[in-house]
């Protein structure tokens, strides 16, 4: 499955993007999905995840309340909407997937339990 990552740019403080993330392949339908960042200087983080259905979503501490995540299984793609952005949110994000349907809670933040990687897109949020 190769993932199609888009919709990054620069947005000012308390502005918005919307990311998408395209799969190849209509396997992506049932499989769980997740967004994962990595700033400059940083290791890469866990942002977002999805159940293969939807049903089933986390998201990372710093970005609750503000993000999103949901997809559309007959376009087989997922969407990271991303609200009050901050500063701290520059980052290049990746979307990311895995052929079971679900993950327990405690793996869902781990980035090797997901098999499928896209080529990431840049966030940039200026002050």
């Known amino acids: 499955v190769q993932l199609q990552a888009s919709g990054g740019g620069l947005v000012q403080a308390g502005g918005s993007l919307r990311l998408s993330c395209a799969a190849s392949e209509r396997t992506f339908t049932s499989g769980f999905m997740g967004w994962f960042r990595q700033a400059p200087g940083k290791e890469r983080e866990f942002v977002a995840y999805s159940d293969s259905r939807g049903a089933t979503k986390y998201y990372a501490d710093s970005v609750k309340g503000r993000f999103t995540i949901s997809r559309d299984n007959a376009k087989n793609t997922v969407y990271l909407q991303m609200n009050s952005l901050k500063p701290e949110d520059t980052a290049v994000y990746y979307c990311?997937?895995?052929?079971?349907?679900?993950?327990?809670?405690?793996?869902?933040?781990?980035?090797?339990?997901?098999?499928?990687w896209g080529q990431g897109t840049l966030v940039t949020v200026s002050s």
């Open positions: 990311s997937g895995g052929a079971r349907s679900r993950l327990i809670t405690s793996a869902v933040r781990d980035a090797g339990m997901y098999g499928y």
